[in-house]
């Protein structure tokens, strides 16, 4: 099995809070990231795509079609914006990185073609990091029902 | 001659803009660093610090001491804020790199001993940096008449 | 499933070396790792979570959580020491990178609330790593019997 | 168990296209990377071994063994070539880091003692990356029979 | 004085030889950096620009204004090509990190407004980089008379 | 001008003291680089060389030919060594960074032909570096009277 990675940045400003908290209880929930006026990171992505190669090509899926999905879909949206307040689908969304990768999670897997999305990874800054690699399948079978 | 050079980072957000134009005409300045709700970086900071040899310690300057100046001054001061709103020394000031720079200068050149400030450099992306070595000596002697 | 990743990093020095071992003997297995006088490096650690995602809190465990954890764990213990001498839980150790992460992931699983350990990853140069996952389960059991 | 990894790069040139299209049509599937006179890169390469602990060693396997089987073996034979003319075991194969990775998996697999291989990634640039996690065991006993 | 520094990369083709020379004498001179058949880097590339600050923007040069040129006048030009045969600029220049230095330096230093032109540097790899500054004003006196 | 810049690394223990000093005065002076026995870094080595291009060849020093210099001369003695013990030209020396940056210096400069050294940089974290530019013409010509 061939995993394929690309990798992406965007440029954000969050902040992490609860709307039904008080600034001193968001405070003890997430620190100085509830910072009332926000803050921002360069969040780093990565996106992998498992499949197996095809022989004809050498490829499993061609890069620029998954970065081309990437930035149309995610970085375009993201890029140079404040994610509490400025992208749709972040909307009603505390905008940690677990909730980022899983919302990219399920914007890109019905566009993967030639092979499954495998992770998404968001970072904040080099040292937090966040890996998703989607619903399991007993859950997801569960959630269709 | 040695040039001491340590590195720190801060989270934030920032909006380019100027008060006195229209959203137009700073989208036409600013480009997406105008977002009116602001976007953010881990910015990348770099002071030096030029100075001789102690021949007794082997050092210019004790890297915690400029490490702990840097801390103090700077980093505790802009790390999880919005640069917009929340940073005294930035008020009024637009958060460009450059000023960042030159107003980060003009905190710590004061307060080295043991060398004299050699350059700051502030990144707000790997790809996007900005290096202030102060005003110049004879510009500086005229502002100081 | 979510793995949430942290990063940090120490300076220590150490000599590879079995006891039982003639200086020729431990070069001839660990190379220049043996010089008897030691040598060092700047370590990179990964220490990764795996669970479920809190909606309440869009978190599965605060990254500040696990990295006051990793702090006062293993950084405060090994930063700037000498692995083979200053270290109580390395002591009677030889301080590969493997023996590091089985160490410190027996340090760290039991003090991981809000989902279990996933890997530890230890190393000594950005070009020499180590990722250990823990015992597997049978063995766990056999262990505990 | 562990998975020891090490990693090290070369830089060649490499051209993507299918003898049996066009220009037209290899630029239409590869994009950029079917330039007729070729491009290039600084690839790369991580090499992944898993195994068991020697509790009298503190090692997996030595990471000079891996590095020095990675050297002799892909190394020496990429780094400053033309992947398109120059390298034997690349003959008649699209020089595509997935097809990288799966050859380099078959050399290095038999070779690798104390252990068996676990994965090979191959990068063309920080942002494009393969990692290749060898046949699935379902699928060798196959070809074998 | 500010220094503003943007950094781009593209991925080429290169062999340096004289044409002159044999392929021993080139080997000689040029090492692997030789290989008939060529081979190729992911290329980094720093154009800093030194200026002063407009008061009324906080900006020396819009980032932008730089990265365009940049952009367009190079990386467009160079990227994913054969520096050898594919690019005009370079026709009948061994393509050695200097020359690509001090070319680049001459094409953009005419097109920079707001500042001039403070250094280009180019990398081949992270450990062989060449910084060019300019003719000396000496030098550029003597040329134009 | 042009500067080529080659670089290097190296693993080394060390240990800041003065021996002269106690314990607890070392402490005060050098914090935790003064641990008793010792502790270590991946040191990063960027040595800079300024000349002016041979048009023949398209190059100011074959990259290859300061690579084999730093190796021979510095490399090979410092790596995997106890910079307080086992590297003659550290003698007597603290091995304070800059203390290495000026050594290096010593070593290399009368080895360089076609150029002249520029600067040699060390760092023992990404976050701690010098950089040696030399002695000063005036204070080297005192020296020489």
Excluded at 35 to 60: K, Q, R, S
Excluded at 98 to 103: C, F, G, H, W
Aim: charged letters at 20%; hydrophobic letters at 40%.
């Amino acid at each position: 099995m061939f995993i394929v990675k690309i990798r992406a940045s965007y440029s954000a400003a969050h902040r992490l809070c609860r709307e039904d908290l008080s600034e001193e209880a968001n405070y003890a929930l997430y620190g100085k990231c509830s910072n009332p006026n926000g803050h921002g990171h360069n969040y780093d992505l990565e996106v992998a795509v498992a499949g197996e190669i095809d022989p004809a090509t050498g490829m499993v899926i061609n890069f620029c079609e998954i970065q081309q999905l990437v930035d149309s879909l995610i970085i375009d949206q993201v890029d140079h914006k404040n994610l509490n307040v400025d992208v749709a689908f972040m909307r009603g969304v505390i905008p940690t990185v677990e909730n980022m990768a899983r919302i990219f999670w399920d914007i890109l897997t019905p566009r993967i073609r030639n092979g499954r999305l495998h992770h998404v990874t968001v970072g904040e800054r080099n040292s937090n990091m966040v890996t998703y690699a989607g619903p399991s399948p007993a859950r997801s079978k569960l959630a269709d029902s």
